[in-house]
């Protein structure tokens, strides 16, 4: 719960440094349109959702400007990666249309709706874990 406190802070300056860093976005709507093909089509295998996860994270802390807050936020989303799809099932379709709101936003250039968005994503996954650890089938 405390990896997901901090990676919360990190993770919404990021969002929200990203949303005003003026640069392309093009990679962050390459992730859209694989999010949109996976809610579209075929279930994706837990690894291939996974690592779009972290690359998605992992971009908008790269647009934030800071190489050293991907470090911390790669270290820590490894921590939680045990919580992926794989063992939580029942996050994969909320929080593929959460990364959708948290990317239209950064697009968008509004960073209190792309803080916001990444809050709420986050405490998704908190809300989630904490289910699965008190209800893990």
Request: glycine share 6%.
């Amino acid at each position: 719960m405390e990896i997901l406190h901090v990676r919360s802070l990190l993770e919404c300056e990021a969002a929200k440094k990203a949303a005003l860093s003026g640069k392309s976005m093009e990679l962050l709507l390459e992730y859209r349109a694989q999010i949109v093909g996976f809610l579209e089509g075929p279930r994706p295998e837990a690894e291939v959702h996974s690592a779009l996860d972290s690359h998605l994270h992992l971009e908008i802390a790269r647009l934030a400007g800071s190489k050293l807050l991907i470090e911390i936020i790669d270290g820590l989303k490894v921590k939680t990666r045990m919580f992926d799809q794989g063992s939580i099932p029942d996050r994969f379709i909320p929080g593929c249309h959460e990364h959708l709101v948290l990317i239209d936003a950064i697009v968008a250039q509004s960073a209190d709706d792309a803080a916001a968005a990444m809050k709420t994503h986050l405490l998704n996954v908190r809300k989630a874990i904490i289910s699965h650890i008190h209800h893990p089938f």
